[in-house]
């Protein structure tokens, strides 16, 4: 079975940091890995996709890795800024689907 | 264009009680899906539909029935409420087709079972 692990469970750093965040998953034959942000009481957003194929894909100040051999993926936060505060998820899915498996998310917190 | 939306936001349903929490999505997805979220832990999926008239379930559907019956809608039916079913309910859609997967997410139904 599947398990998406994220670690450590909360981050607390000052702004104008730039960050790095972990994402950990047990089986290696994942279809594409998606990263998610959640603001307290909100829904999910989706900030990144990687598909199996593909090592890293970029969107203004995030910068989402992949190496599926070893089951590994980071998000880097470039210039952390307060707004930049939220749960980020990881999830994974193993196949042309989005029956997605979740970690317990990072919850971030930028102090300005 | 609204995306994913959830009707209710919010609901406190007492135990044995029944109730639909509704899903509808514009985007001519063709998959559609629900997951439940507890507190301090990822999301668990339910239900999913890969297409009108299509159904299967997840990892933890117990509890819980739902019908596709058009593209847009995805109702989630609890028939007999338990405190086991508090949580908050997200459903999401994507397009499965040459590849692209990604999942659009409602902004959640926070459902109190007492």
């Known amino acids: 079975k599947q398990e998406v692990t994220q670690i450590p469970a909360a981050l607390s750093v000052p702004e104008g940091e730039n960050l790095v965040l972990n994402c950990s998953f047990t089986d290696s034959a994942i279809y594409n890995l998606q990263w998610f942000r959640q603001d307290p009481g909100k829904g999910l957003t989706s900030l990144l996709l990687i598909q199996s194929s593909q090592r890293e894909q970029t969107s203004g100040r995030l910068n989402a890795s992949l190496d599926k051999s070893s089951g590994r993926s980071t998000l880097y936060i470039a210039a952390s800024q307060p707004g930049d505060s939220a749960t980020y998820l990881c999830a994974v899915s193993p196949g042309a689907n989005s029956k997605l498996t979740f970690g317990k998310g990072i919850t971030l917190s930028v102090r300005p | 264009n609204a995306g994913v939306t959830q009707t209710p936001k919010f609901r406190i349903l007492k135990i044995g009680q029944s109730m639909t929490l509704q899903c509808t999505q514009d985007?001519?997805?063709?998959?559609m899906y629900w997951y439940r979220q507890d507190p301090g832990m990822g999301l668990k999926l339910i239900y999913y539909?890969?297409?009108?008239?299509?159904?299967d379930k997840g990892e933890v559907p117990n509890g819980y029935n739902v019908s596709r019956s058009t593209t847009e809608d995805f109702p989630l039916r609890l028939e007999l409420a338990a405190p086991s079913q508090t949580s908050v309910y997200f459903c999401?859609?994507?397009?499965?087709?040459?590849?692209?997967?990604?999942?659009?997410f409602g902004q959640g139904t926070r459902l109190t079972v007492v």
């Open positions: 985007m001519n997805h063709n998959y």
């Open positions: 999401a859609s994507s397009y499965e087709g040459r590849g692209l997967t990604e999942a659009f």
């Open positions: 539909s890969v297409g009108a008239g299509i159904t």
